[in-house]
């Protein structure tokens, strides 16, 4: 039985010899007369404790029981003692992903996934240790670190929202890893189309293993999952990823107002639509009430347009409903309304708007004070009419004339992308117009529709210092595009491309969108500030950049689902750590002992006067 916890069992028979010592000691020299006083025996027979007793046999046999020890743990010595204990492995090369998108900050046993992974990592890290954070793309946070400086960096690291990419880090360890490494893969496991034990093969395949650890579990959740800007409505989708018929409580918040809206009926799993007329101005929140494990989704936060207000002067002598219909649908522009020869000061407008006036009641030195405030900042819209060019523009007019022109299909022209990059005007059709002015463009002309042989810009744009002018050469007389519903489109476009207002879509965003700037530029969002030139919509939440308002929202179906569905099978077992018996030696122990006692028979034989 104990040469089951040796190493050496082969010096067993050594444990011999103490027999052998203690046989010695009772080989006894003949006893010699001695005379003793006879107060001794009666002493004796006084009595003495037994405890003296001993005490007086083990003081005469002390130096017996000493050697009988250092024997002992000689002997000890020689046969390397071990006792068995279970001990954990511990890698030499360990790779860690360690998955950071939005579906791990739902709940995994009253904490969150991200929570619950960064401990298990803490508890398998190895000899050299390497972190791959997972989320829209990989970022390597540690590589072959020890296991003290891995929990530093791994606490300065926290989930995002962003939509996970977990295959590309996967990937990335796969590269990293050598011959006997450990990858460990720490997720929810929701992304689509993970091939896991194809993965598996090519990591045996370099000669290392892979160790899937997945955090899903089944939880509540109801969230937005979609967001879309059409005319003047803002379209929302909404799902229950519940297995129950769900009603929805929402509402608007912006400032201090808050709206109640009503509540929305949603069976299991069904995805219903919201609509918002018309689209909100400014910062809002729509907000979830319904109380569920995965918070991310609830809260959508959108940027409208801004509150800023223009300044317009309209220059006519003649009504034109259907164009004046145009411009006083923009809720933005504060249009006042002049007729020539009356006076005005161009410097009190951001945007100057000429159309039907009668040319000979302009006054002297209209056109040079509108060139100068145009060049200051100012934009400038003129619009085709009949005896346009008895104005003397003044450099205004961004074409060259070369008579007019017959009927002729409109078509778009090489410049037709710069209105409205995000909508452009491919959705427009401006038709054919019987007449039309003909002009050339000069060389800092932007073309937007030209007629069908493309020599004559019929829309074009031009910059004039700090200002903008646009001309349009679509005469009603000659043109049905007027009473077309393309017409109040295409005048919302350009005079939004005019004033540089940008599409609402530019300001609102999804995670994991980044937006670059020539400058450094200071930018506050949740919970941060940092001056930066580029800035990673990480999480939900509104932006503050520079001047800018922006939002961010997650709006991904598949992290909002949180959970795998029922059907959903993974095609290898989620394996834990490897546990390995480990056996521990005592025979250093034994020696230091040995030693130790080896010197106290020294001082005691020294002290009883042997030497």
């Known amino acids: 039985m104990l040469v089951q916890y040796v190493l050496e069992p082969q010096w067993i028979y050594f444990l011999a010899l103490p027999a052998a010592l203690i046989l010695f000691y009772l080989i006894r020299p003949k006893p010699r007369k001695q005379t003793v006083p006879s107060l001794m025996f009666f002493l004796r027979d006084q009595g003495k404790s037994k405890f003296l007793a001993l005490f007086q046999f083990l003081s005469r046999n002390f130096l017996l029981f000493l050697q009988l020890l250092i024997l002992l743990l000689f002997i000890l010595a020689l046969l390397r003692p071990f006792l068995p204990t279970t001990s954990e492995t511990k890698a030499d090369d360990v790779i860690f992903v360690i998955d950071g998108s939005a579906s791990m900050n739902a709940l995994f046993d009253s904490q969150s996934r991200f929570s619950a992974a960064k401990s298990y990592l803490e508890e398998n890290l190895g000899e050299r240790n390497t972190i791959i954070f997972a989320r829209d793309h990989p970022f390597v946070i540690a590589e072959k670190e020890t296991g003290f400086r891995t929990k530093t960096l791994l606490s300065r690291v926290d989930t995002t929202d962003t939509p996970g990419k977990l295959g590309s880090s996967m990937l990335l360890a796969l590269e990293k890893a050598e011959k ?77 107002l808050a709206v109640k809206k009503d509540p929305v009926s949603l069976g299991p799993r069904e995805v219903k639509k919201i609509t918002i007329t ?258 990673d919509f990480a999480w939900t939440g509104f932006y503050q950049i520079g001047n800018s308002q922006y939002a961010a929202n997650l709006l991904s179906i598949d992290e909002s689902k949180t959970t795998k569905d029922l059907s959903q099978t993974l095609s290898v077992p989620f394996a834990e750590k490897e546990s390995a018996f480990d056996k521990k030696e005592y025979t250093t122990t034994a020696l230091v002992l040995l030693l130790i006692f080896v010197l106290i028979e020294l001082i005691y034989v020294k002290t009883r006067g042997d030497f």
């Open 278 to 535: 018309p689209i909100p101005k400014g910062a809002i929140e729509i907000i979830i009430d319904n109380k569920d494990d995965f918070s991310t989704d609830n809260i959508l936060y959108f940027v409208g347009e801004s509150e800023q207000r223009y300044r317009t002067l309209y220059l006519t002598n003649t009504i034109d409903v259907i164009f004046e219909t145009a411009i006083t649908y923009l809720p933005y522009l504060d249009i006042e309304e002049i007729s020539p020869p009356t006076s005005f000061t161009p410097e009190l407008y951001d945007l100057i708007i000429i159309n039907n006036v009668n040319t000979n009641m302009m006054l002297p030195g209209t056109m040079k004070k509108l060139r100068d405030h145009i060049r200051d900042g100012a934009k400038l819209i003129i619009v085709a009419q009949p005896q346009l060019l008895n104005i003397d523009f003044q450099a205004l007019l961004p074409l060259s004339y070369s008579g007019t022109g017959q009927e002729t299909i409109i078509e778009l022209g090489p410049d037709k992308d710069i209105i409205a990059p995000q909508e452009g005007f491919f959705d427009i059709n401006f038709g054919t117009v019987n007449q039309f002015l003909k002009f050339k463009p000069i060389a800092t002309t932007k073309t937007i529709a030209t007629d069908s042989t493309g020599n004559f810009s019929i829309i074009a744009t031009y910059p004039l210092g700090r200002g903008k002018i646009l001309y349009y050469g679509l005469q009603k007389e000659y043109s049905d595009f007027s009473a077309t519903i393309d017409h109040h489109k295409f005048w919302k476009r350009a005079i939004d491309y005019l004033l540089e207002k940008e599409h609402i879509s530019k300001y609102n965003k999804k995670t994991a969108e980044f937006l670059e700037f020539a400058q450094p530029v200071t930018v506050k969002y949740p919970g941060r500030k940092q001056s930066t030139t580029a800035v």
């Open 180 to 256: 006997g490494s450990t990858i460990y893969i720490l997720s929810d496991f929701l992304e689509e189309n993970l091939n896991l034990a194809y993965f598996q093969n090519l990591v045996e395949g370099k000669d290392a293993k892979v160790i899937f650890k997945d955090f899903s579990s089944r939880i509540a959740n109801i969230g937005f999952i979609g967001m879309q800007m059409r005319g003047e409505e803002l379209e929302l989708t909404i799902k229950n990823f519940n297995q129950v018929n769900e009603t929805v409580h929402w509402q608007l918040k912006g400032g201090d």
